[in-house]
């Protein structure tokens, strides 16, 4: 309501709404003023339309590699921190082996 009373002033406040593409009243429908025949515009809008779809799945197969390459990287870095983890707990029990082994030397003096 706010913006309303602030722009109560703007000279297009009231006019129509028109959307691009959109048929209908208005000026942006214009009529074509080429010397094209409807079959070559038709024609040339399905020679484009192709030329879209193949741009796309290029587009497509190259996006579909790049997933693929991140994805492996991704499996390399997980793999890379599995091991770091295997071998830090390993190097855990070892040291948790080596305590114990030290008490138990510790104990056996002791007797």
Known sequence: MDWLTQHMDDTDLNEQLLIVGQTGEGSIAKEYAGN???????KIAEEKIAEGRKRRAAEEIINKREAEKMQRFANKEMMIAKRKLEEG???AA??????EKAEFEAQKYKV
């Open 36 to 42: 094209l025949s409807k079959e070559e515009r038709i």
């Open 89 to 91: 707990e390993l190097d």
């Open 94 to 99: 070892m040291a948790l082996r080596k305590k």
